[in-house]
């Protein structure tokens, strides 16, 4: 049976300070994320005007007449 020997201290704290720097990535990324949506809900939606340039045409002469 072999005898395993434990990590030096000092690798066990710069893996878990690379781990905790990799979480903190994720956690920035997500920040981001949802700064970008709130964004998006801030501004007002812009008015919509439809038409009925992409209506086949026997319905658009049905929302022409409807008109």
């Known amino acids: 049976m072999a005898i ?5 201290a000092r690798d066990v704290i710069f ?3 690379m781990e905790s720097i990799g979480q903190l990535h994720q956690d920035l990324d997500r920040v ?3 700064l970008g949506a709130l964004d ?3 501004t007002p939606v812009p008015d919509y ?6 209506l086949l045409p026997e319905r ?3 929302a022409r007449r409807g008109s």
């Open 32 to 34: 981001e994320l949802w």
């Open 49 to 54: 005007q439809p038409s009925d340039r992409h």
């Open 40 to 42: 998006c809900f801030q």
């Open 60 to 62: 658009r002469e049905v």
């Open 4 to 8: 395993v020997e434990p990590e030096p």
């Open 15 to 17: 893996t878990r300070l």
